[in-house]
């Protein structure tokens, strides 16, 4: 099976970069980010499946960054990392486009099967077309 | 993070309490000013309502005393008046008939005691006041006497009223004992006969002024009426004292034209006088009369004025008492609903500003959470491989990252926690029996009570009103409800659960036998992280969002509790919980 492209997005640099060793680690072909800004540029520059986007980051936040890439790169399926208090957001999120959300602190397990959910969700879009 | 948190939220909880200290001397407050309020206002109507009374009652009685005096000088006047012309008149006649003797009679046919005693017969024919008559030569000597007393022969050369007489021609005495002994009044008349001088004297009957002068005495009880001489010595008894010829304590006036009245305050009567000179200003005719006597007739007006006073004071009284307290209590209700309106707005204001404070905080700790779980899972995914797993710590680390998990596990639970007493959760309706929510609710939580040997009794109102509520929401207030009551008995004990219908809602109540909670306590119970568990057994939040949830339902949650006898909890709830809001929604 091909390793799933994954792009992770989150300003909080610990988090983001554990998360993505241990993704790595689970066959996951990731690429991080730290800003919505640096997401839309590489998104622009490299084809992902899936991206995992911070709702709450400075500048560009998790629900404009997940609109430009939508409108970059449709096909890419986005799931939202929410804190408790942007549940809200994670919903709005999902209305604009997102395939789901989970919640922070998240289960890796949980986030491995939405990612999987995600992107055979991409594919069986792709095959329609 | 979590202990400065719990700090930060405590302070504003500390401030509530405060708040909540501050109601409780206000309401003081409030009952000390409104009694005082009451106080006043009841003085000053007091004052309004009486003084008018006073003033109306005092001008009456003070008006018809005033008449009363008035009538009664002008009696007295009258009488003094009348008297004075009577014994003016009656001395007058007396000397004028005395003189008219001397000069039609010689001195030698007077001497003669047969043709004195017919003269007297005649006199006294014609005038009953003169007892005796007497002939006196020059020198003093009584040559003739008839009357009653063995008088012939007496010598009055020395005698005031001879002395007077030779000098005036005409002389009325003044009272005195004389030879006989017995108090009497001469009148004296000279003539001059061939050029001497002789005496024509008659003894006056004192009794006739006597009579003038107690029939000048009027009124109830009656007065004082006497005569006085120049110096001062009484010249008749009077009606109510025998003291003729004493020594009065009268201070004698100068003589003065007329009637004078006065008056004199003594030992409690008011003495009121009519005085006038008579027999050319020899003698103070005095007429007393008490003017209390007089105004016996005022006792009645007086009694009728008290009267009318004890009854309009009474009616004054009790409709001010009744209507100021009727007032003051509605006025003093409607304050303290408003300080616990006031009260309760601060306390959503508090709560609301907890919760987007709880709210903030909990998203700032997420994050690091999110990055210890983080790290703890890659500990965990490095000690898969081979190296480590031979390592002989390997089992203590496996260890340690589990015991990280589990506890951002916990910290996730608290943020849940904290975010479901800050969410905004909306409402849900249904139509909810009572009953049923709370049978649920003890089904769920017997199995605790019973390990605990506590029996939970439920004394539910049958065909109890079904009510429009949220019922997941009811039923987690229960649960807290009923689980502090198992905490706070801890074993052996009873809960009593009760169910009734109450002004077209329902009253839960839940008591517990457990120990109760001093003031200081219930007053806290319902502040966010107030907490008396244990650390790790409470959060502090139940009751808080339950005091939440039914202020949403548009209920109401209060706490009755007394140390060692328990503590039991109200929960109202209306028929609907739309109706509170509709009706908040219509206020402005």
């Given at each position: ?129 | ?199 024509l004297r008659a003894t006056i009957d004192i009794n006739m002024i006597n009579h003038f002068m107690s029939t ?24 109510n004292y025998d003291r003729i010829l004493t020594k009065s304590d009268f201070k004698m006036p100068p003589v ?333």
């Open positions: 099976m091909q390793e799933i492209r994954m792009l992770l997005v989150d300003d909080e640099d610990d988090f983001r970069t554990t998360l993505a060793n241990r993704l790595k680690l689970r066959k996951i072909d990731i690429t991080d980010a730290g800003s919505g800004k640096e997401a839309i540029e590489l998104v622009k520059q490299q084809s992902f499946d899936v991206a995992v986007i911070d709702v709450k980051m400075p500048e560009i936040d998790g629900i404009e960054t997940l609109k430009q890439i939508k409108q970059i790169k449709p096909a890419i399926e986005i799931i939202m990392l929410t804190g408790h208090a942007s549940i809200k957001s994670g919903m709005e999120a999902m209305k604009l486009g997102a395939y789901d959300y989970v919640m922070k602190p998240c289960d890796i397990d949980e986030l491995l099967i939405k990612t999987g959910e995600a992107y055979q969700h991409k594919l069986l879009k792709e095959k329609e077309k | 993070m979590l202990v400065a948190l719990k700090t930060c939220i405590c302070s504003a909880c500390e401030r509530l309490r405060v708040l909540k200290g501050l109601r409780m001397t206000k309401e003081k407050e409030l009952h000390r000013y409104y009694t005082r309020l009451r106080t006043k206002f009841m003085s000053i109507i007091f004052f309004i309502a009486f003084i008018p009374l006073i003033l109306l009652g005092g001008t009456i009685y003070y008006h018809y005393s005033a008449t009363v005096k008035e009538k009664v000088i002008n009696e007295l006047k009258f009488v003094a008046e009348n008297r004075k012309g009577t014994i003016d008149l009656f001395l007058d006649d007396r000397a004028n008939s005395l003189s008219v003797l001397a000069y039609t009679h010689r001195f030698d046919y007077l001497k003669d005691k047969k043709n004195l005693s017919n003269v007297f017969e005649l006199l006294k024919m014609v005038d009953s006041a003169f007892q005796d008559l007497g002939v006196i030569d020059n020198d003093g000597n009584q040559v003739m006497y008839i009357g009653p007393y063995q008088l012939a022969g007496k010598q009055y050369s020395d005698a005031e009223w001879f002395k007077a007489v030779m000098k005036k021609d005409v002389y009325i005495s003044d009272v005195f004992l004389g030879f006989r002994k017995v108090p009497h009044f001469v009148i004296a008349v000279k003539r001059i006969e061939n050029g001497k001088p002789w005496i000048s005495i009027f009124g109830k009880n009656g007065g004082d009426a006497y005569i006085l001489s120049k110096e001062g010595i009484y010249q008749i008894s009077s009606a003065f034209p007329g009637i004078r009245e006065t008056e004199k305050r003594h030992g409690g009567k008011v003495l009121l006088y009519a005085k006038a000179w008579l027999k050319n200003n020899d003698w103070l005719m005095i007429i007393e009369q008490n003017l209390k006597d007089e105004l016996g007739t005022m006792i009645h007006v007086k009694n009728i004025v008290l009267l009318i006073f004890i009854i309009s004071s009474l009616i004054i009284i009790l409709s001010t008492v009744l209507i100021t307290t009727q007032a003051f209590a509605r006025l003093e209700k409607s304050d303290r609903e408003k300080l616990e309106l006031a009260e309760k707005l601060v306390r959503s204001d508090r709560l609301a500003a907890i919760g987007k404070l709880a709210s903030g905080i909990a998203h700032e700790i997420n994050n690091p959470l999110a990055v210890i779980a983080e790290k703890a899972g890659w500990i965990g995914d490095l000690l898969t491989e081979e190296d480590v797993k031979n390592s002989p710590n390997y089992s203590e680390l496996v260890k340690s990252t589990q015991d990280i998990k589990k506890h951002v596990q916990r910290g996730k639970k608290v943020i849940s926690r904290l975010m479901g007493f800050a969410r905004k959760v909306d409402v849900t309706h249904e139509k909810i029996e009572i009953n049923s929510v709370l049978d649920e609710t003890c089904e769920f939580l017997n199995k605790e009570a019973k390990f605990r040997n506590i029996v939970i009794i439920k004394e539910f109102q049958d065909a109890l009103l079904y009510i429009v509520s949220d019922r997941a929401q009811l039923q987690q207030v229960f649960v807290n409800i009923v689980n502090n009551a198992i905490d706070a008995i801890d074993k052996d004990g009873m809960i009593h659960i009760t169910t009734r219908s109450q002004d077209g809602g329902v009253l839960v109540s839940v008591a517990d036998t457990g120990p109760g909670m001093p003031d200081e306590i219930r007053e806290k119970i319902f502040d966010p992280f107030f907490t008396t568990k244990a650390v790790d057994k409470g959060t502090g939040l139940g009751l808080s969002t339950s005091y939440g949830i039914i202020e949403k339902l548009g209920g109401q949650i209060t706490v009755e509790s007394e140390v060692d006898k328990g503590t039991t909890f109200h929960i109202t709830l209306p028929l609907s919980c739309l109706q509170k809001r509709e009706k908040a929604a219509r206020l402005p």
